[in-house]
């Protein structure tokens, strides 16, 4: 039987793509998108694994021979594929490249080793390499009611995290404290994987992707605390709420007011046929209306699935329309240097009629217990 996540026909649709992108056979190295294809969980290794998918749909995944027992384990060894397992003294693109066949054009998985790239060079003189995204963006763009489901109990296991967070006494601790406790929270959750863990306290909420750091969080601060992690399905959430530590300062709430009202539109506006470009403009006309554009400094927001920063880019520029099945982040920011940031971040998907935010927690601005 195989996993509801990981449907049989999706490597025939995949090769149906390959072949309206022009392409002859797909080469599919550890990644999302060979999770995508086959649930396989491979390890990225110098050893090469990989998934030859031909445009005719012939499929086969090849694996270092130790891996192979694993491979045939996992969701993969349930869908009717061929695994070949190669030896150490075997070469593995030699054994690809006669699995590929007569070819014009292959497309590399986008995040292939170039250490694999280049073998394949050799491997196959004369054909052209382009990316396998060219054909596999569309298919992982729209995700699937079962896709879509594990994204939303992974958005119930985060905004757990969050929650927990707002019962915490914070002043007096680090960044880097309080960020090893958010890790430790995301894997007790359910998590397998922690993917990201920010904690921008005080002026270093006013960098997008500060980390963490040995400073201490005092009363009066603002914190920015952007968290992500994988459940074991292996898809990602990503959430960021801000929080004031004791009372607020500095003219904060006024601020926030206008993040507040620019997610919420932003939001609101989600629907099928939207450009990608527009509805970054909904979020970032009312924070420009406000007089704060110029401190709004990225992307309204980024796909987000089996990896967490994937198409569609919510972005100026992306003339993408949104249709159903996408599921991306709504995440207007606003940093005043050298004093503080906010960000709030919700993982939104496009239905039918309109869009599903997955994280519940509140946005209203929360003053925490000093």
């Known amino acids: 039987m195989t996993n509801a996540l990981y449907p049989s026909d999706r490597l025939a649709r995949a090769a149906r793509a390959a072949g309206a992108a022009g392409l002859d056979a797909l080469l599919v190295t550890p990644g999302a998108d060979l999770r995508y294809l086959t649930g396989y969980d491979a390890l990225p290794l110098e050893r090469l694994t990989c998934l030859v998918l031909r445009s005719d749909g012939t499929a086969t995944l090849v694996v270092p021979a130790l891996e192979r027992a694993r491979a045939e384990s996992s969701p993969a060894g349930a869908l ?8 150490e003294t075997e070469d593995p693109y030699a054994i690809t490249a006669a699995l590929v066949g007569r070819a014009e054009k292959v497309g590399l998985s986008d995040r292939t080793w170039v250490l694999h790239g280049l073998r394949w060079r050799d491997a196959l003189p004369g054909v052209r390499h382009e990316l396998a995204g060219t054909a596999l963006r569309e298919l992982r763009m729209r995700k699937t009611p ?6 939303r109990d992974a958005a119930r296991i985060i905004d ?3 929650d927990e967070i707002r ?3 914070l002043a007096g601790r680090t960044e880097r404290a309080v960020g090893r406790d958010i890790a430790d929270a995301i894997v007790n959750g359910g998590n397998v994987t922690v993917n990201f863990v920010i904690v921008g306290s005080g002026p270093n909420g006013a960098s997008p992707h500060h980390d963490l750091s040995d400073r201490v969080i005092e009363r009066g601060d603002a914190v920015v605390f952007d968290i992500g992690g994988t459940t074991p399905d292996g898809y990602c959430s990503d959430i960021t709420r801000t929080y004031v530590v ?3 300062t500095d003219g904060f709430d006024k ?3 206008v993040l507040q009202d620019a997610q919420a539109r932003a939001c609101e506006a989600v629907r099928p ?23 709004f400094i990225h992307r309204t927001g980024h796909g987000i699935g089996l990896e967490e920063h994937e198409e569609p880019y919510i972005v100026s520029g992306n003339a993408e329309p949104l249709a159903p099945g996408m599921a991306f982040s709504i995440e207007p920011g606003i940093y005043l240097p050298g004093r503080h940031g906010a960000r709030i971040e919700d993982i939104v998907v496009c239905t039918e009629d309109g869009g599903e935010r997955l994280n519940l927690v509140t946005r209203d601005l929360v003053v925490l217990e000093a």
Do not use: H, S
């Open 80 to 87: 009717g594929i061929e695994i070949v397992g190669w030896g």
């Open 146 to 151: 079962e896709e879509v489901a594990a994204l």
């Open 160 to 162: 757990g995290v969050q």
């Open 167 to 169: 019962t915490w006494r």
């Open 246 to 248: 004791g009372e607020v």
């Open 255 to 257: 601020l926030y007011a």
């Open 273 to 295: 046929g939207i450009t990608a470009e527009a509805l970054d403009a909904v979020a970032r006309d009312v924070i420009t209306e406000a007089g704060l554009g110029e401190f």
